[in-house]
């Protein structure tokens, strides 16, 4: 029983662990993430904040102010990356 329990416990957290993984590498492209949900959308251009389990992620876009963010920020934890915008 012990042993089954254990199983599941490492299953999920492997299973969390990729769902986060994918997350933050489709940050990284600006892509929307798949498993968030929105909490805030700012119409100062398009800012977006998105909130995981354990992880938050914003994508910045202020094109209606002179000097705006144009940039991506990961928070996981006590962790934060943040990313350049990256023009094509």
Known sequence: MKHRLLLVAVALV???????AIDYNRAIRRQSPLFTYTTWYRTDGGTR???GLGYTITFYNQTMLAEGRMDTVFR???FE????RIVD
């Open 76 to 78: 996981f934890f006590g």
């Open 81 to 84: 990356r943040t990313f350049s």
């Open 49 to 51: 904040r998105f909130h």
């Open 14 to 20: 492997l299973l969390w662990g990729s769902m986060v």
